[in-house]
């Protein structure tokens, strides 16, 4: 069973720091490239930022500097560093795996058709 659980979202003010937590079981994580999305209301999905399985990331140019991802190949948890947050900021946020990979990921995506693993979300939102 394919599980991707995502935790740490919550409300803080502007300029705060939350950091993002995505455990993940039920298939082959260490070889999985892994992302997180995000999505406002009205919007589209937006890419956030990935990370393949040599840990090498990329980031979606509205978070770059901000936010920093990072991967526990030990505990299968993938981690969203989230600092200096911004009302604009706030959106559902998802996390998303290329379960069932037959080959060793190795370059990084932020396209949502990349990923057929995903979780139910988590909820940031950030106040002026």
């Known amino acids: 069973q394919v599980q991707l659980m995502e935790s740490g979202g919550g409300s803080v003010q502007a300029g705060g720091s939350l950091r993002l937590s995505c455990a993940a079981s039920g298939f082959t994580y260490r070889r999985a490239c892994m992302g997180w999305f995000r999505q406002a209301p009205g919007k589209e999905r937006e890419g956030v930022a990935g990370?393949?399985?040599?840990?090498?990331?990329i980031y979606s140019g509205s978070v770059k500097g901000r936010f920093t991802l990072s991967r526990d190949n030990n505990q299968n948890i993938l981690y969203l560093r989230k600092n200096s947050l911004k009302p604009e900021d706030t959106a559902m946020h998802y996390c998303a795996a290329t379960i069932d990979s037959l080959y060793w990921c190795s370059a990084t995506t932020l396209q949502s058709t990349s990923y057929n693993g995903w979780g139910q979300g988590t909820q940031v939102t950030v106040s002026s």
């Open positions: 990370v393949d399985a040599d840990s090498d990331t």
